[in-house]
């Protein structure tokens, strides 16, 4: 190999490191949310696209470069607690769990206690199944999808956590919910 071919080497080496290194630090960026009616703030990724949603939502962003045609959400919702009368953590995750069900293909994988934000937790893990495109001459097959869900009791108020990714990149992205649960403040 003569002198040239180990500049060119090293000058591909060089530009390789420094493209992993942008990627990581994009990647690594995130935006922070917070309601405006509640001390609720959580990051979330920058390259996250914000989406509408059907639902009564205070946040729900997607992942637009995820590698299936269900992209992999986040999604966070509240609900007002009646505070005379405010229901346990275990009636709360009962009636997650039931409304859940409805889903397509739904089966439940898991229910633990968990801690966010420093409120007393419920973790539910999950999986169905979703029909991403259904329109005509646009031919795609059904997602196997699994969410974690946690169910944190604020102040007020109870807010759901939803992560939701297509099976073949839900390690991934839980690994990077862990790292954005850590953001919460209640």
Known sequence: MGRKDVGVALVVLLALALGWLLRTQVEGLTQTFEDST??????????WASIDALQD????????????????????????????????????VDR??????????????????ATVGGARSAQIEYA???????TPLRASLPVVVRAREYIVVGSGHVYYLTLAAPENAFAEASQRFDALLQTVQL
């Open 96 to 113: 997650r769990i039931a409304q859940r069900e409805t889903l397509t293909g739904y089966h439940l994988l898991a229910n633990n206690e």
């Open 38 to 47: 509640s001390s609720f703030r959580m990051a979330y990724p920058a390259t």
């Open 128 to 134: 169905y199944v979703v029909q991403p495109l259904d």
């Open 57 to 92: 939502v205070l946040l729900k962003v997607e992942d637009p470069q995820a590698p299936s045609t269900f992209k992999t959400t986040l999604t966070v919702e509240s609900r007002e607690l009646d505070l005379a009368s405010p229901p346990t953590l275990q009636a709360l």
